[in-house]
C-alpha cells in the first residue's frame, strides 16, 4: 500500500514565526501536492512538483514556497506565517501520467494553527 | 473554466436509509471525474472513479455514473452504515485544467444509528 506520511498533526505558531510542514512518500511517485482544506472550499491547490527540484505554482501559492530535494519528500514552507494561514494541510502523491488523472494518495493531515 | 458543484451538508441520515449525494459540473474538455471520501481524522482516499461518459464507478457498494447529458456525478448506496459517515469530495481532471484535480466543496454525510 501506498503509503503518505506528514510530520505532524497538529502545530501551534505564532505570527511571524517561518513553519516547515514535511511530506514523505514511499512509492517511488513522480508527482507530490500540498492542498489546504477549508470548510465550505474543499481543496485548494498550493504548490505541486513532478520532480525533484521542480515545482509548479497552484491556486493559491502567495506566502507560501516548497522545497523538493529528494524525490520522496516534499516540503510546505510559511516564510512568515499569518493568522489566515490557519487550515488543515494535505499533502499528496501520485505517479505520473501524461494524459490523464491518476489516483492522488493523501496522509493524514497537519492542522495549523497560527495564533 | 472547470468546476465541481456539490450538494451541500450536513446531510443526516438513518442506518440503512438510502444515499443520494448530487454532483455537476462544468468542463470544456472530456473530463474524468473522482469521488474521495475523507473519513474523520484521516486524509482522503479515491472512492471511485469514472474517465467517460456513461461509465459507472463502483466501490464499497458506492456507485455513480458519468452522465454527459446532464454533466452530473451523483454518488449513491442503497443501505448507509453508520460507519460511511464521513466527508465526501467530488473532483475532474481534465486536458484544460492540466490534468489538476478540480475539487467540490466536500459534503459531510452523517450516519444516525
Known amino acids: 500500500d501506498v503509503k503518505v506520511t506528514q510530520s505532524s498533526r497538529y502545530l501551534v505558531k505564532r505570527t511571524g514565526e517561518k513553519v516547515f510542514l514535511e511530506c514523505v512518500q514511499d512509492m517511488d511517485h513522480e508527482n507530490m501536492f500540498w492542498y489546504r482544506q477549508d470548510p465550505g472550499l474543499g481543496l485548494r491547490l498550493i504548490y505541486f512538483s513532478y520532480d525533484v527540484k521542480m515545482k509548479e505554482k497552484g491556486d493559491i501559492p502567495e506566502g507560501y514556497s516548497v522545497s523538493r530535494e529528494k524525490k520522496e519528500r516534499f516540503s510546505l514552507i510559511l516564510e512568515s506565517a499569518s493568522t489566515n494561514q490557519t487550515s488543515m494541510y494535505l499533502c499528496a502523491s501520485s505517479v505520473d501520467s501524461q494524459w490523464y488523472q491518476e489516483t492522488q494518495y493523501f496522509g493524514p493531515g497537519t492542522r495549523l494553527l497560527v495564533l | ?113
Not at chain 2, 12 to 36: D, M, V
Not at chain 2, 47 to 73: H, P, V
Open chain 2, 1 to 113: 473554466g472547470n468546476s465541481v458543484t456539490q450538494m451541500e451538508g450536513p446531510v443526516t441520515l438513518s442506518e440503512e436509509a438510502f444515499l443520494t449525494i448530487n454532483c455537476t459540473y462544468t468542463a470544456t474538455g472530456y473530463p474524468s471525474l473522482f469521488w474521495y471520501v475523507q473519513y474523520p481524522g484521516e486524509g482522503l482516499q479515491l472512492l471511485l472513479k469514472a474517465t467517460k461518459a456513461d461509465d459507472k464507478g463502483s466501490n464499497k457498494g458506492f456507485e455513480a455514473t458519468y452522465r454527459k447529458e446532464t454533466t452530473s456525478f451523483h454518488l449513491e448506496k442503497g443501505s448507509v452504515q453508520v460507519s460511511d459517515s464521513a466527508v465526501y469530495f467530488c473532483a475532474l481532471s481534465d486536458v484544460n485544467s492540466n490534468y489538476q484535480l478540480i475539487w467540490g466543496a466536500g459534503t459531510k454525510l452523517i450516519i444516525k444509528p
